[in-house]
């Protein structure tokens, strides 16, 4: 079998074979950004034939709700003119579309701003909203009025960093491989015990720390830009509320979970996002953090049993339906505790519907 040629590596997996026999192990962050980079250039993922779906194709309703929390913190905050709507990965569109209608009818009609970098994905955006600005990056946002930023299911998908614990202390998690040729996470040689969180500092050998620079980095250049500019942000994804060790390193195709270093460029790789550090990294970067909450939580508070009761009424026909996509989008054991809706704001600007402060990690 060592000599069947349909057994090699092809596409990235062979140019990450080959880079990893050269010159040695990578870090899991590498492996993961050029393999989510590869993956998200090449398709649109999202839907029954794509490898998930996010919570704006489960159902309008998580769309409207985001666009009324838009236009009822715009209109608190005086109205302001010139405000841009800024989505970070807007996928298909879809929670823009339906955003940008709830928003209108309460008379919130901002210029709308795009940041995405995937070609096959963009393309379905401007079918879509072709009066959108799209952006490759936060950079070329607009550096003159207040934004309102929405990020839902952006943040996982970013690269992680890990470190784990081993007999001779840290070591930076790495992806080589194996006497087979097969990928596989082994620890690098360089210490890295001055980089350990000092909570994390004595766990166990075995343990594993993750973190998420690029993540932070984004975090930091928004709550940057709230507290120049004014405006609010949210952030919607799965994870935890406070710090944790492990890895939460998963790959989803056909959705299904499948080996993380099976075929990268393949698969969506995600990790769970660590919202406290980012509200810390929010507030430092000048920003209001205003509170973060469980996804489910927050949607009732912001009304979908109600609006799920009118659509209902609209037509009865669909009620299953509606209810059962409310259901996945709110319920414990589905969306409603995993994934949390994290604000931000400028300094003088009101705080958000359905976040407060003492609801932090899903408490209360």
Request: net charge negative.
């Amino acid at each position: 079998m060592a000599n069947d040629d349909s057994a090699m590596p092809s596409g990235l997996a062979a140019v990450f074979a080959r880079l990893i026999a050269a010159t040695g192990p990578i870090p899991i962050a590498h492996y993961m950004a050029e393999a989510n980079a590869r993956y998200y250039a090449s398709r649109d993922p999202l839907g029954a034939a794509g490898d998930f779906v996010t919570a704006p194709e489960i159902s309008q309703m998580f769309g409207e709700l985001i666009g009324l929390w838009l236009a009822d913190i715009w209109q608190r905050a005086g109205g302001p003119d010139g405000v841009c709507y800024v989505e970070l990965g807007p996928g298909r569109g879809t929670l823009a579309r339906d955003a940008l209608r709830a928003a209108s009818r309460a008379g919130f009609v901002p210029e709308v701003h795009f940041v995405e970098t995937s070609p096959a994905l963009t393309a379905l955006q401007q079918a879509a909203h072709p009066e959108a600005i799209w952006h490759h990056d936060l950079s070329g946002l607009p550096n003159d009025r207040p934004l309102l930023i929405v990020a839902n299911e952006f943040l996982d998908a970013l690269p992680v960093r890990q470190l784990v614990r081993t007999a001779g202390g840290w070591r930076e998690r790495m992806v080589g491989l194996d006497p087979e040729g097969r990928f596989t996470p082994v620890a690098g040689s360089r210490p890295m015990d001055a980089v350990a969180p000092e909570v994390f500092a004595k766990a166990g050998e075995g343990a594993i720390i993750e973190t998420s620079p690029a993540s932070a980095a984004v975090v930091q250049e928004v709550a940057g830009r709230l507290a120049r500019q004014g405006g609010a942000a949210l952030f919607i994804d799965y994870g935890y509320a406070d710090p944790q060790l492990g890895s939460t390193l998963q790959a989803v195709r056909a959705h299904r979970k499948v080996d993380v270093f099976a075929e990268p460029g393949e698969a969506d790789l995600t990790a769970h996002v660590d919202f406290a550090t980012l509200a810390a990294v929010a507030e430092q970067a000048g920003a209001r953090w205003l509170g973060t909450s469980e996804q489910g939580a927050w949607l009732l508070a912001l009304g979908i049993a109600a609006r799920a009761a009118s659509l209902t009424r609209t037509a009865p026909h669909a009620a299953e339906a509606i209810e059962a996509a409310a259901k996945r989008l709110t319920a414990p054991a589905e969306m409603g505790t995993l994934f949390k809706v994290m604000g931000l704001a400028a300094p003088g600007w009101p705080d958000g519907a359905g976040l407060a402060r003492a609801n932090s990690g899903g408490a209360g």
